[in-house]
Each structure stands twice: as structure tokens, then as C-alpha cells.
């Protein structure tokens, strides 16, 4: 549920704060958004299965190296993808419609807080499947209390540019602070590119 509200909020307040012209170029971009984010969401819905495998075994190892493999397959998919859309966002809102070329830089900023959410990797559903839900569901409500927050602030200031910036940050924070309790608990660097120490997991 608090997924679907963070997923949804900006545009339930662009609504009430902006124009409706804002809320069609928002609900565009976040749609272009989460289509690219559906190479996460492919990539987690293999993995998640077989991180509740790996912890039960207590195979900290082989969890570390899925973890990364995961991080590392989910940024070979989407940074091409990515590339697109912060280089050339005008391409990709055409398809839309003129109208929506305005949206350039509310797709860019969009665009970084995703690749922000794809440095990070499957650590949401590490945490998931391996008993830290109650964690996962306190992150997500600090982000949707972040996000609902930074919309009602910037909104009125930069209108959907505010909204854009607010959901980017919101987004960042979550998976921040997840992929940072996944090192505190298990020692596993979800940034592939980066060494890793010997994991450890929970007793």
C-alpha cells in the first residue's frame, strides 16, 4: 500500500497544487520511469526466491555473490535505457505528444533518482526475504513521509519540477538507507564494482 502511495502521491498533490498540464507531463514522465524500472522488478522477482534459499542455508557466500550478480545484471540492462532518456528525453516524450517536450528536465530528473535506485540493486528484496521486512516497511514510510513532504514544500515553488525533484530524492533515500542496512547486517556491498568484505549473516 505504501508503495503504490509513493508511486501515485505526486500526482495526487500536483493536482490539487498545479496545473493539469503539470500533472500530464508528470504522469508521462513516471510512466516512461516505470517502464525502465521493470528490469529491476524482472531481476528481483528471480532473485527474491533464491535469496530466501541462500539465507535459510545460511550460505553467506554465495548470498553475497547473488547480491551482486543481481546489481550487476539489473545496471547492464537499464543502462542503455537510461542513457536514452538523459540524453535524449525529447525523443522519448515525442512519442507522446508535442505537448509533453516540456518535460525534458522533470525526465532527467527522474532518470537520476532511478540509476540511483539501480546502484543500489535488489537490496529492498534481500531485506524482504530474509526477515527484515519490518525494516523495508519503516523505510518506506520514512521516504513516503520524505516524499509528501518535499512535494507540499516544492511544489508550490517549482511546480512539477518540485515534484520530479521530490520524488528522486525520496526514491534515493529508500534504497540509500537499504542498501546501507544491508552492509550493516549482512556486510554485503550491493555495488558490484566495489569490494566486498566477508559477509556474515544474523544469528
Same mark, same amino acid.
Given at each position: 500500500?505504501?508503495?503504490?502511495?509513493? =508511486?501515485?502521491?505526486?500526482?495526487?498533490?500536483?493536482?490539487?497544487?498545479?496545473? !493539469?498540464?503539470?500533472?500530464?507531463?508528470?504522469? /508521462?514522465?513516471?510512466?516512461?520511469?516505470?517502464?525502465?524500472?521493470?528490469?529491476?522488478?524482472?531481476?528481483?522477482?528471480?532473485?527474491?526466491?533464491?535469496?530466501?534459499?541462500?539465507?535459510?542455508?545460511?550460505?553467506?557466500? =554465495?548470498?553475497?555473490?547473488?547480491?551482486?550478480?543481481? !546489481?550487476?545484471?539489473?545496471?547492464?540492462?537499464? /543502462?542503455?535505457?537510461?542513457?536514452?532518456?538523459?540524453?535524449?528525453? =525529447?525523443?522519448?516524450?515525442?512519442?507522446?505528444?508535442?505537448?509533453?517536450?516540456?518535460?525534458?528536465?522533470?525526465?532527467?530528473?527522474?532518470?537520476?533518482?532511478?540509476? /540511483?535506485?539501480?546502484?543500489?540493486?535488489?537490496?529492498?528484496?534481500?531485506?524482504?526475504? !530474509?526477515? =527484515?521486512?519490518?525494516?523495508?516497511?519503516? $523505510?518506506?514510510?520514512?521516504?513516503?513521509?520524505?516524499?509528501?513532504?518535499?512535494?507540499?514544500? $516544492?511544489?508550490?515553488? $517549482?511546480?512539477?519540477?518540485?515534484?520530479?525533484?521530490?520524488? !528522486?530524492?525520496?526514491?534515493? $533515500?529508500?534504497?540509500?538507507?537499504?542498501?546501507?542496512?544491508?552492509?550493516?547486517?549482512?556486510?554485503?556491498?550491493?555495488?558490484?564494482?566495489?569490494?566486498?568484505?566477508?559477509?556474515?549473516?544474523?544469528?
Amino acid at each position: 500500500l505504501m508503495g503504490v502511495l509513493t =508511486h501515485w502521491l505526486p500526482v495526487l498533490l500536483l493536482g490539487v497544487l498545479a496545473t !493539469s498540464a503539470e500533472v500530464g507531463v508528470f504522469a /508521462i514522465a513516471l510512466r516512461v520511469i516505470t517502464l525502465a524500472g521493470f528490469v529491476l522488478m524482472a531481476v528481483n522477482v528471480m532473485a527474491a526466491p533464491q535469496f530466501a534459499e541462500l539465507y535459510h542455508q545460511r550460505e553467506a557466500g =554465495h548470498l553475497a555473490r547473488l547480491v551482486r550478480h543481481a !546489481s550487476k545484471l539489473t545496471k547492464l540492462l537499464a /543502462i542503455p535505457l537510461l542513457i536514452v532518456l538523459l540524453a535524449v528525453p =525529447h525523443l522519448v516524450l515525442r512519442l507522446f505528444g508535442e505537448g509533453f517536450v516540456e518535460g525534458v528536465t522533470v525526465l532527467r530528473v527522474m532518470a537520476v533518482g532511478y540509476a /540511483i535506485n539501480l546502484v543500489t540493486g535488489s537490496v529492498g528484496t534481500l531485506l524482504v526475504m !530474509s526477515g =527484515h521486512e519490518r525494516t523495508m516497511q519503516y $523505510l518506506t514510510l520514512l521516504a513516503t513521509g520524505v516524499l509528501a513532504v518535499g512535494c507540499l514544500v $516544492l511544489i508550490p515553488a $517549482l511546480g512539477v519540477l518540485g515534484a520530479a525533484v521530490a520524488a !528522486s530524492v525520496a526514491m534515493a $533515500l529508500q534504497n540509500g538507507l537499504a542498501a546501507w542496512w544491508v552492509w550493516r547486517v549482512f556486510r554485503i556491498n550491493p555495488l558490484f564494482f566495489l569490494p566486498t568484505p566477508e559477509p556474515s549473516l544474523p544469528d
